[in-house]
């Protein structure tokens, strides 16, 4: 047992963001207890504060995890397209994908602001989102080469720009997933105070 | 007929019930593990008081902070007259279902 053990200071940043701000401090006080009390001294420091950061990890709302499968989902059916139904000019394909996932980092950020009351959830629900989304597209898309890898699949992978564009894209989306989440949070403020 | 409660919303309304005056997050999460017998978020816990919170079924109020949680508060949570009313009719609901069955089932297949 040790009093002094502290948790990760950006795990506990990212708890305060998730919690309406009345929860913090029953919730993040539950956590620091038991990560003190029995983890700390079972596992040590860095077993602690993994444990600690995937706690912190369950508290990111079944509404952002949707939001990131939709986002998720789009970017897995547009690279099965572009493998399997190559076209002769992306240009069609790439204003409807990116529209489309313009539109959920948005809605993300408005949705999660219009809950909270606070704009700056809203960047963080785009975040969260398109972090979440880049690790499950990167798998997707990892199986998807897995089960497919005949030389045709092959040839149009490598014409719609290659597979390190299908690994790099989704992780290029979380600085503007934040930009984005954070004007749907601006425009849930925005809304909110016409409607008042 | 009260609210429909699922499994787990049971199960953390009687975690909550059966701690009495001591009902707070981390005793409540380790209730509800001892009584799915699995592990469980805290968040998942967390969602679901909130939840309840917002159907009335529970109320909360913040406690004291010890050195140990960095002088944090603890939030306490008790069930109210309709939590119980919807704990009723959830085992009622089963009861029904369950009427004319032995259990375990045997020798359906």
Same mark, same amino acid.
């Given at each position: 047992?040790? !009093?002094?053990?502290?948790?990760?200071?950006?795990?506990?940043?990212?708890? @305060?963001?998730?919690?309406?701000?009345?929860?913090?401090?029953?919730?993040?006080?539950?956590?620091?207890?038991?990560?003190?009390?029995?983890?700390?001294?079972? @596992?040590?420091?860095?077993?602690?504060?993994?444990?600690?950061?995937?706690?912190?990890? %369950?508290? !990111?709302?079944?509404?952002?995890?949707? $939001?990131?499968?939709?986002?998720?989902?789009?970017?897995?059916?547009? %690279?099965?397209?572009?493998?399997?139904?190559?076209?002769?000019? $992306?240009?069609?394909?790439?204003?409807?994908? %990116?529209?489309?996932?313009?539109?959920?980092?948005?809605? #993300? /950020?408005?949705? #999660?602001?219009?809950?909270?009351?606070?704009?700056?959830?809203? #960047?963080?629900?785009?975040?969260?989102?398109?972090?979440?989304?880049?690790? #499950?597209?990167?798998?997707?898309?990892? !199986?998807?080469?897995? !089960?497919?890898?005949?030389?045709?699949?092959?040839?149009?992978? @490598?014409?719609? /720009?290659?597979?390190?564009?299908?690994?790099?894209?989704?992780? $290029?989306?979380?600085?503007? /997933?934040?930009?984005?989440?954070?004007?749907?949070?601006?425009?849930?403020?925005?809304?909110?105070?016409?409607?008042? | 007929?009260?609210?429909?409660?699922?499994?787990? =919303?049971?199960? +953390?309304?009687?975690?909550?019930?059966?701690?009495? =005056?001591?009902?707070?997050?981390?005793?409540?999460?380790?209730? +509800?593990?001892?009584?799915?017998?699995?592990? +469980?978020?805290?968040?998942? +816990?967390?969602?679901?008081?909130?939840?309840?919170?917002?159907?009335?079924?529970?109320?909360?109020?913040?406690?004291?902070?010890?050195?140990?949680?960095?002088?944090?508060?603890?939030?306490?949570?008790?069930?109210?007259?309709?939590?119980?009313?919807?704990?009723?009719?959830?085992?009622?609901?089963?009861?029904?279902? *369950?009427?004319?069955?032995? *259990?375990?089932?045997?020798?359906?297949?």
């Amino acid at each position: 047992m040790s !009093v002094t053990a502290n948790p990760p200071r950006w795990a506990e940043a990212l708890l @305060r963001a998730l919690l309406k701000p009345g929860d913090f401090e029953g919730v993040s006080g539950d956590l620091l207890e038991q990560y003190r009390d029995s983890i700390h001294p079972a @596992r040590g420091q860095l077993r602690a504060d993994w444990w600690y950061a995937t706690q912190v990890f %369950t508290f !990111v709302s079944p509404g952002i995890r949707l $939001f990131a499968a939709l986002f998720s989902a789009q970017f897995l059916v547009r %690279t099965a397209t572009d493998w399997f139904q190559p076209p002769a000019t $992306f240009f069609f394909r790439s204003t409807i994908s %990116t529209a489309l996932g313009i539109g959920i980092l948005v809605t #993300a /950020g408005f949705w #999660a602001a219009w809950r909270s009351g606070s704009f700056a959830t809203g #960047a963080l629900a785009g975040t969260l989102t398109a972090g979440i989304a880049s690790i #499950a597209s990167i798998a997707g898309a990892a !199986v998807m080469l897995a !089960v497919w890898h005949d030389p045709q699949t092959m040839a149009a992978i @490598r014409s719609s /720009g290659g597979f390190a564009e299908v690994i790099s894209l989704p992780l $290029f989306m979380v600085l503007p /997933g934040a930009l984005l989440g954070a004007c749907g949070g601006i425009a849930s403020a925005v809304l909110k105070k016409l409607l008042a | 007929m009260a609210d429909i409660l699922g499994t787990f =919303e049971q199960a +953390v309304l009687l975690s909550v019930l059966r701690l009495g =005056e001591d009902a707070y997050g981390r005793a409540i999460l380790r209730g +509800v593990q001892e009584r799915l017998d699995r592990d +469980v978020a805290a968040g998942a +816990v967390h969602a679901t008081l909130e939840r309840l919170a917002k159907k009335g079924l529970v109320a909360s109020r913040l406690g004291t902070g010890t050195p140990m949680r960095g002088g944090r508060a603890r939030r306490f949570y008790k069930v109210q007259a309709k939590g119980v009313r919807a704990l009723n009719d959830a085992r009622a609901t089963a009861n029904s279902l *369950w009427h004319g069955f032995g *259990w375990p089932l045997k020798g359906y297949f």
